[in-house]
């Protein structure tokens, strides 16, 4: 099993919709929780890290449920700019700060 | 204050052949990890180093893939004698505080070395 897991997508959306993005994970030691944005053929970066209490930035929600070791992103009144790849990620902890890496759900807003 | 600085961004090797990738972190950091990303795959950790130490090798393959993070210079990421299941892009991150509990957890990406080997 992978210790993060995504729907890889793609999801085509029109301009304007909200979408919604879902991982989980199955270290329950996990503890830091994070969501990057990956453009074709570039680095990741970081879009918002994830709180328990769910926060928001803007047109974007991210959302923690520890007891379901699942984590969420809601995009509303989506751009053609957010076309991207959606990375879920997670820290486990321990000495190393590792980052494990979903492989990425795949967003393309259409005009 | 720049960013992460990696060369080269495109490298083309023939099979048995080296690689060697370089990192700069980002000033003032002194944490740096590789992760591989392979065509359609998402990223997998290789390594973690602080200046001259390896911390976590966890993800390296155990023949061929070397790190090391020198006290003066750039990381390097060496690949001995390559094969085409290495052409991937190799991103190094950054940060500026050690692993541990009390770490935001960001790191700070390269913009990544393509490997493409022939």
């Known amino acids: 099993r992978k210790e993060v897991e995504q729907d890889p997508g793609p999801f085509n959306v029109p301009e304007g919709a909200t979408v919604a993005f879902n991982c989980t994970y199955s270290?329950?030691?996990?503890?830091?929780f994070f969501w990057y944005r990956q453009d074709c053929r570039k680095e990741p970066k970081l879009l918002m890290s994830?709180?328990?209490s769910g926060n928001e930035d803007g047109r974007f929600t991210a959302q923690l449920n520890r007891a379901s070791q699942y984590i969420s992103l809601l995009i509303r009144d989506s751009k053609l700019s957010d076309s991207a790849t959606y990375l879920c990620?997670?820290?486990?902890?321990?000495?190393?700060?590792?980052?494990?890496f979903g492989t990425g759900t795949l967003l393309a807003v259409q005009p | 204050n720049a960013g992460v600085m990696q060369n080269p961004r495109h490298l083309v090797r023939r099979r048995g052949q080296e690689a060697r990738l370089r990192c700069s972190p980002m000033?003032?950091?002194?944490?740096v990890y590789w992760y591989r990303q392979l065509p359609e795959e998402g990223l997998k950790f290789m390594v973690y180093?602080?200046?001259?130490?390896?911390?976590?090798e966890s993800g390296m393959p155990k023949e061929r893939f070397s790190a090391e993070f020198p006290k003066e210079g750039p990381s390097i990421l060496r690949i001995q004698q390559v094969v085409r299941g290495d052409s991937a892009a190799y991103f190094c991150?950054?940060?500026?505080?050690?692993?541990?509990?009390?770490?935001?957890?960001?790191?700070?990406f390269g913009e990544g070395s393509r490997l493409t080997v022939l």
């Open positions: 991150a950054s940060s500026p505080l050690a692993g541990g509990p009390k770490n935001t957890g960001e790191l700070f």
């Open positions: 270290n329950s030691a996990s503890q830091s």
């Open positions: 994830v709180y328990s």
């Open positions: 990620v997670v820290r486990n902890g321990g000495a190393t700060n590792k980052l494990i």
């Open positions: 000033k003032g950091h002194s944490h």
């Open positions: 180093l602080q200046k001259e130490n390896i911390i976590d």
